[in-house]
Nanobody, 122 residues
Framework: QVQLVESGGGLVQAGGSLRLSCAAS????????MGWFRQAPGKEREFVAT????????YYADHVKGRFTISRDNAKNTVYLQMNSLKPEETAVYYC???????????????WGQGTQVTVSS
């Protein structure tokens, strides 16, 4: 049984910040790479950020570098996405995912949460 539950989404004005959380019910959470993806209506799901199982390495999509930070707390089975300086075009459902490797596309991930809505107003 694997379950990922995102939280922390909501409505924020352009330039504002949100921190998303993903609580994982995975027995060996620390052995999984974790990622964040997002999907806007009518658009394909796109990579945002990923972190290795140890937390030692992180990777970001170019358009979020310097503004977003992914982190994890293995003791709490939780991964976070701190989002700063949000832009209206980043309105989307944000999903967390768990997989075997920290890569920038969906094929690396086996388990997905339901997503949390982030709406950035202008």
């Amino acid at each position: 049984q694997v379950q990922l539950v995102e939280s922390g989404g909501g409505l924020v004005q352009a330039g504002g910040s949100l921190r998303l959380s993903c609580a994982a019910s995975i027995r060996t959470f620390s052995s999984y790479a974790m990622g964040w993806f997002r999907q806007a209506p009518g658009k394909e799901r796109e990579f945002v950020a990923t972190i290795t199982w140890s937390g030692g390495s992180t990777y970001y999509a170019d358009h979020v570098k310097g503004r977003f930070t992914i982190s994890r707390d293995n003791a709490k089975n939780t991964v976070y996405l701190q989002m700063n300086s949000l832009k209206p075009e980043e309105t989307a459902v944000y999903y967390c995912a768990a997989g075997r490797v920290a890569i920038a596309h969906m094929t690396g991930y086996n388990y997905w949460g339901q997503g949390t809505q982030v709406t950035v107003s202008s």
